[in-house]
């Protein structure tokens, strides 16, 4: 197939691309570079079935397609509350130009969307049917509500226009390729761990997560396009570890010297999240594989190899390139 992955170049998109390509497709890879990195989809950039296309989707664009996987959205606080009103264009407009083009084209779209519409839940685990407690002025908002209309322009293209959509709500994800400063728990943890800077807990520590290594995610995300079901699907691990449990595994595993601090819990971050993931094993066959202790190595092993290559002075800083 002819397969368009927008946000290509970044942490997931990039992941997604090398097993699209291994499986022989023809892909065209669509990223402005605000988050994403060439390093990340070098090894393509000679193949005759890969193409890279330096654009800006709050921009139209015409392409001949059979898939869409709309994956373009900084994901992590710090960087899509660098330019909030950019983040929501990218959720509105964005979204919009690609499911013009997936109704142009005739082309399956996929969204992907995220846990975070679920807000700071008052339902634990979280279902598909859940509709969520945002606040829809706060500083995540520009994210959190910028998901809850994409997924409503998606799904109103379905119903109007008859476009073929699936969406995707990804819970977190973690692996190699993710940046070093994007803010993330594990990223942070890691990243503080090799750098013999004591690990920031926000809060008592006593707030949740549940961490998907990335393989598996990608996983998730082509049994959803490959299949009958439109979702929405909860894609995420149901194991659920506390924040201060995470830095506690991370402290092990690379420098058990590291001290633990805390500091002020961040405005609306969500105190407890797990997926309810049985429309995902029910519909997809679909269940995480990679355990957090084998999943962190990995990825530990990826930031310890970047850190050799790179000045260690930008690594924590909380600015992207625009």
């Known amino acids: 197939m002819r397969i368009l992955v927008t946000g290509g170049a970044g942490f997931v998109g990039s992941h997604l691309i090398d097993r699209l390509m291994t499986d022989g497709h023809e892909v065209i890879c ?31 664009i015409r392409l001949e397609v059979e898939q869409i996987y709309h994956m373009a959205c900084p994901a992590s606080p710090v960087h899509y509350q660098y330019d909030p009103i950019k983040t929501v264009k990218i959720n509105v407009m964005g979204t919009l130009n690609m499911l013009g083009l997936a109704k142009r084209v005739h082309a399956r779209f996929l969204l992907a969307s995220t846990s975070e519409v679920y807000g700071d839940p008052t339902v634990h685990p979280q279902r598909e049917d859940y509709r969520g407690n945002v606040n829809p002025i706060g500083i995540r908002s520009c994210y959190d509500e910028g998901k809850r209309i994409a997924e409503t322009l998606t799904f109103d293209y379905h119903r109007q226009n008859s476009v073929d959509i699936r969406v995707a709500r990804i819970f977190n994800t973690y692996g190699p390729r993710m940046l070093e400063n994007d803010g993330r728990v594990v990223s942070n943890f890691v990243i503080q761990a090799l750098q013999d800077i004591p690990l920031t807990v926000y809060g008592d520590g006593s707030q949740t997560r549940s961490f998907c290594y990335v393989s598996d995610l990608v996983e998730g995300l082509m049994r959803l396009m490959n299949r009958a079901y439109i979702g929405p699907v909860n894609l995420g691990n149901p194991d659920e570890y506390t924040i201060l449990e995470l830095a506690t595994v991370v402290q092990k595993l690379v420098n058990p010297k590291v001290k633990i601090e805390f500091a002020p819990l961040p405005e609306d971050d969500p105190r407890r999240r797990r997926p309810d993931t049985t429309k995902a094993l029910t519909w997809l066959s679909w269940q995480p594989t990679v355990p957090l202790q084998q999943g962190l190595k990995l990825t530990v092993e990826d930031f310890r190899e970047r850190l050799l290559v790179s000045s260690p002075k930008n690594h924590l800083s909380s600015t992207p390139t625009p």
């Open 30 to 60: 669509l990223d402005n570079f605000y988050t994403g990195h060439k390093r990340n989809i070098l090894r393509w950039l000679n193949h005759p079935r890969f193409e890279l296309i330096h654009h800006d989707i709050t921009d139209p």
